[in-house]
């Protein structure tokens, strides 16, 4: 499954920012912007819910049954090397 998420998190632009348990966590627009970076992140979305759904429908897949949820969210973070030096 972090596979799955991180390839077309990767493929649409986007970077890896951390993986929590099953879930994984792209963003965009750092640490270049992108113009289009909300469009990049739901063409993301609708990519990774695609192959999930149909990986879920195939009898013996390790993905069989597999139930997932995306959250999306746009606007200002903080993103770089946070900490002491």
């Not at 879930?23 to 999930?52: V, Y």
């Not at 759904?53 to 139930?67: K, W, Y």
């Amino acid at each position: 499954a972090l596979g799955v998420m991180t390839h077309h998190i990767l493929d649409q632009g986007g970077v890896v920012g951390d993986f929590q348990g099953d879930a994984a966590m792209g963003f965009w627009g750092w640490p270049f912007p992108q113009s289009d970076a909300i469009q990049r992140a739901a063409l993301a979305a609708l990519a990774i819910r695609t192959e999930f759904d149909a990986a879920a429908r195939r009898t013996g897949h390790p993905l069989a049954n597999f139930r997932m949820g995306i959250g999306l969210s746009t606007g200002r973070a903080v993103a770089g090397r946070i900490g002491c030096e």
